[in-house]
């Protein structure tokens, strides 16, 4: 069973700064690893996948990067709008969210 | 436009069943491995079990195996979850989610969800 840990828990940061969010596995997944948006009381939105592809529509400033067990997602250039908690999840062993990370702004 | 619906979520007492139903709509449904992901009350995201396009294949998460399966509808275009056997830990917002054709595994449309709440 692959694990999935994010950090930190909890990040705040003013608009127009540019944040880093981890994603660790407890082994490789490769570069099996997606990151997902969610907002309070919506689904969740894919952002990333095979770590540093943005999904359709997702802004540049949201970019991937990693392989193995050690991923990044970056926000360059916060919005408001970027409130949210942002999950990583691996596909490389079945499938398993890591436990989010939210974002304050 | 890409639209996911889910429906039939419930109040259900411990040890009862429950089907929810995913309607879908504005892709070849028949191309797409199909997946049931939950959120419970305050916590994160557990995939719970997907099925193959063509219904032939499923697979599930280990706390739910047993007691779920999941089935589709090519005709109709829809997804099911069929739930036996009831737990609190249960409790949670059911998701319908698209796996991509670009990278299986990964859930690339989300329905809005369904509330299944377990308890006496």
């Known amino acids: 069973e692959i694990v999935m840990t994010q950090s930190p828990a909890t990040l705040s940061a003013s608009p127009g700064e540019g944040v880093t969010l981890s994603c660790r596995a407890s082994?490789?997944?490769?570069?099996?690893l997606a990151w997902y948006q969610q907002k309070p009381g919506q689904a969740p939105r894919l952002l990333i996948y095979?770590?540093?592809m943005r999904a359709t529509g997702i802004p540049a400033r949201f970019s991937g990067s990693g392989s193995g067990t050690e991923f990044t997602l970056t926000i360059s250039s916060l919005q408001s709008e970027d409130s949210a908690i942002y999950y990583c999840?691996?596909?490389?062993?079945?499938?398993?969210f890591g436990q989010g990370t939210k974002v304050e702004i | 436009e890409v639209q996911l619906v889910e429906s039939g979520g419930d109040f259900v007492q411990p040890g009862g069943s429950l089907r929810l139903s995913c309607a879908t709509s504005?892709?070849?449904?028949?191309?797409?491995?199909m997946n049931w992901v939950r959120q419970a009350p305050g916590q994160g995201l557990e995939w719970v079990l997907n099925?193959?396009?063509?219904?032939?294949?499923?697979n599930s998460a280990d706390s739910v195996k047993g007691r779920f399966t999941i089935s589709r509808d090519n005709a109709q275009k829809s997804l099911y979850l069929h739930m036996n056997n009831l737990r609190g830990e249960d409790t949670a917002i059911y998701y319908c989610?698209?796996?991509?054709?670009?990278?299986?595994?990964?859930?690339?449309?989300w329905g809005q969800g369904t509330m299944v709440t377990v308890s006496s």
């Open positions: 504005g892709f070849p449904f028949t191309e797409y491995e």
């Open positions: 099925i193959s396009s063509s219904g032939t294949s499923m």
């Open positions: 989610t698209r796996s991509s054709l670009m990278a299986g595994g990964v859930f690339d449309v």
């Open positions: 999840q691996q596909y490389s062993s079945w499938r398993r």
């Open positions: 095979g770590a540093s």
């Open positions: 082994q490789s997944v490769y570069s099996n």
